[in-house]
């Protein structure tokens, strides 16, 4: 088992900043991609920003050249940096990981964190 704990959500003002981090832990894995996911209520579960275990970053429309996604793979983290956020960027934000688990029969399994709720007000 892998968990994932998130943390650094809150209340900000339209065109503040915020930053979120999540910490993956467990035994014998390793992990391929992590990113971030949001939730607007109302509305499906949406991916915000992903990255692989190589660095390849990949962002939705809505996020470019505000948020950055950054990880260490030696600690199994994953961040993102949200710069002149916007009301429409209120929503639960949610970290996934792509974990191996690395005990015979390996397989993959993706994990989701418990969510932490971003508001943003105008």
């Known amino acids: 088992q892998v968990q994932l704990v998130e943390s650094g959500g809150g209340l900000v003002q339209e065109g503040g900043s915020l930053r979120l981090s999540c910490a993956a832990s467990?035994?014998?894995?390793?992990?391929?991609?992590m990113g971030w996911y949001r939730q607007a209520p109302g509305k499906q579960r949406e991916l915000v920003a992903a990255?692989?275990?190589?660095?390849?970053?990949n962002y939705a429309d809505s996020v470019k050249g505000r948020f950055t996604i950054s990880r260490d793979n030696a600690k199994n983290t994953v961040s993102l940096q949200m710069n002149s956020l916007k009301p429409e960027d209120t929503a639960v934000y949610y970290c996934n990981a792509e974990v191996l688990h690395l005990i015979v029969p390996r397989y993959e399994y993706d994990y989701w964190g418990q969510g932490t709720q971003v508001t943003v007000s105008s």
């Open positions: 467990g035994s014998a894995f390793s992990i391929n991609a």
């Open positions: 990255i692989t275990s190589g660095g390849s970053t």
